[in-house]
């Protein structure tokens, strides 16, 4: 990469007056740093070169009056070329540019332009005519001004149309979500109202549980004198006599039974068989052995008279 220093020395040996001239240098770039340090040098001759681009720093010389930038390989101009606020005469004749950056509409300083030669838009094209004399020159500065400070303004249109949109889409987006977040706190306010009717009910059960079981002592209190007051009521015999009881049943049911079966077997026909024969024996005998006993006899007989 071949920069102006070189090939020609130091560039301060180059500047002749207020006029530096790096054209025929075999310029790759362009030595912004160097060029920036000649505040003095307000006419700049850059043609001749083969420059392809300008570096973004290349719009901090602010202090150019003229420049020229013909028969280079420049296929743009850097965004912020209309920095250059003080350019008044621009050569760029014989490049590979097709537009002009929108920034170019600030150069209001700009009188003489040359835009031949260049595959420009056909609109820019147009609009930039011929430039084949002085006069030719300066419409094509007039013109190419007027039409870039339209596309300016349609880009700033086009820009601002492009801000309301995203500002009514902004708009929308926090009318969605404050809809969305006014949902979520009546949702929540009527969870808590809802918590807070089940927690109430569940309160007026418990103090309804409560008063009921406050109420079941007294009513047992209230019952007890009444008992004693009324008639009183039957105490249950005791478990000695319930048992004597028992036992005694127990016993006529058993005298029942051996009277029943003496009767079958003193009368019935079953008399002669050999259980009734053996019973109605023993009947006899115990018969006799009373009537023969005086003690039992006296007994028998006082009850008798009684």
Request: net charge positive; hydrophobic share 35%.
């Amino acid at each position: 990469m071949t920069k102006a220093g070189s090939k020609g020395g130091n560039l301060r040996d180059k500047l002749d007056g207020n006029e530096l001239d790096l054209s025929l240098s075999d310029l790759n770039e362009v030595p912004v740093k160097e060029l920036a340090a000649l505040p003095k040098a307000t006419i700049l001759d850059l043609s001749c070169n083969k420059l392809t681009s300008l570096p973004a720093d290349f719009c901090g010389l602010t202090h150019l009056v003229k420049l020229d930038l013909s028969k280079n390989r420049l296929q743009q101009l850097p965004a912020d070329f209309g920095r250059l606020v003080n350019l008044q005469h621009l050569d760029l004749l014989n490049n590979k540019l097709v537009t002009l950056p929108v920034s170019f509409a600030q150069l209001k300083s700009l009188k003489w332009l040359d835009l031949k030669d260049n595959p420009l838009d056909p609109v820019l094209a147009k609009v930039a005519g011929d430039c084949l004399d002085e006069k030719q020159c300066k419409q094509c500065a007039n013109k190419v001004l007027q039409h870039m400070k339209a596309v300016q303004a349609d880009q700033e249109r086009e820009r601002q149309r492009r801000l309301e949109v995203e500002r009514e889409a902004e708009k929308k987006r926090e009318a969605k979500q404050r809809a969305k977040e006014a949902q979520e706190r009546e949702l929540r306010k009527r969870e808590k109202a809802e918590e807070k009717e089940r927690r109430r009910k569940e309160y007026d059960a418990l103090k309804a549980t409560r008063r009921e079981q406050e109420k079941k002592p007294k009513k047992e209190t209230n019952q007890a004198p009444k008992s004693k007051s009324g008639s009183r009521p039957r105490k249950p015999p005791p478990r000695k006599h319930a048992r004597s009881w028992a036992v005694l049943k127990l016993l006529l049911l058993l005298l029942l039974c051996v009277a029943g079966g003496l009767v079958a077997c003193r009368v019935t026909e079953l008399r002669r068989q050999p259980l009734c024969v053996s019973v109605n024996t023993l009947y006899d005998n115990v018969v006799r052995g009373l009537r023969s006993h005086d003690l039992l006899r006296w007994v028998l007989q006082a009850d008798s008279q009684q």
